[in-house]
């Protein structure tokens, strides 16, 4: 890197406006234990940086980047798009479009509805397995990220087996006590939690592939048994496929393994770099949402 001059002038204005000079923490690099370089733009697999450094980007926006940046296609169609207008307050056909596509690819995804990023999908998944089931709690994983929901700001205390505490100033304790935290690839500790709250489990929620605490495989054949654990107490799987979904295969991952998930969480790829989110499952389930259904979700540019 010849010269960061810019990236830290930017850093500095930047801190005087946005909290920690960034709009979500991990860009921050306290990991990295640097000060952020600042991107002006990116091409397929290189991105510039305001010093007019290049990089090799295997950061890919986080997921969504799985074409590169800019790829000419891409751009194109966005630049067309942009010329008929962005956002309407009124349904669409490219709405149809993409809900058509999730759905052939998605075998559970009999239908989707649209949000605007993964952390949506989640609290919509939270409340439709809630309403679905009229029960209040929820099971985790410890490790397992999915998004910045209250309830989903929990981990485990010292034991796996406790309920949860928050991991976020500003998250009732109340809310966090409706999360119970199960040990990734430990059936054991799942099945110990519905032991201990019989009936008021609504919904597992689980990455299929872990990918936020470094990447973690399932045991072969653990997600099946989870479904299985999960149905015979009455409670929904919900998987998170906000990374995993249309980046390790052309859809689910959780169906490619065979399983059929409840509700599915997609996120990131989806929008290709847009913020784009979703939520599918079985009509019976995703037909609860308004204004069919009494679970209230809604945006002003879903
Ligand atoms: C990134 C991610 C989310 C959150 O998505 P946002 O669009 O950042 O809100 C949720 N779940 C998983 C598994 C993720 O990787």
């Not at 801190?15 to 000060?35: E, L, M, Q």
């Not at 799942?190 to 990455?207: M, Q, S, Y």
């Not at 979904?245 to 991952?253: D, E, K």
């Amino acid at each position: 890197m010849t010269s960061r001059k810019k990236s830290d002038e930017l850093f500095h204005r930047a801190s005087v406006k946005i909290p920690g000079a960034v709009n979500s923490p991990v860009r921050a690099w306290k990991a990295v234990g640097a000060a952020p370089i600042f991107i002006e733009s990116g091409s397929g697999a290189t991105l510039i940086d305001a010093d007019g450094n290049a990089f090799l980007d295997y950061v890919c926006s986080y997921g969504p980047a799985i074409l590169g940046h800019a790829h000419p296609r891409v751009t194109q169609a966005i630049a067309e798009q942009s010329r008929l207008g962005l956002g309407f307050g009124a349904p669409t056909r490219l709405e149809v479009e993409l809900a058509e596509l999730i759905s052939s690819a998605i075998e559970c995804a009999q239908k989707v509805r649209l949000v605007t990023s993964g952390t949506e999908a989640g609290l919509t998944a939270l409340r439709l397995a809630r309403a679905a089931t009229g029960r209040t709690n929820i099971i985790k994983f410890d490790g397992c990220y999915h998004g910045h929901s209250d309830s989903m700001l929990v981990r485990a205390g010292s034991g796996a087996m406790t309920f949860g505490q928050p991991d976020s100033g500003g998250v009732p304790s109340a809310v966090a006590a409706m999360t119970m935290v199960a040990r990734y690839n430990s059936i054991e500790t799942v099945e110990g939690l519905f032991r201990a709250a019989p009936e008021k489990i609504a919904a597992v929620i689980v990455e299929p592939v872990a990918a936020n605490m470094g990447v973690v495989n399932p045991d072969p054949g653990s997600l099946k048994v989870l479904a299985e654990i999960a149905h015979a107490n009455g409670a929904l799987l919900i998987c998170d496929e906000v990374i995993s979904g249309f980046r390790l295969c052309f859809g689910s991952i959780a169906e490619s393994m065979g399983v059929a998930p409840d509700l599915i969480m997609l996120g990131k790829i989806i929008g290709g770099g847009m913020p784009v989110g979703a939520i599918a499952g079985p009509a019976k389930i995703m037909d609860l949402l308004a204004p069919v259904g009494p679970v209230y979700q809604a945006g002003t540019l879903s």
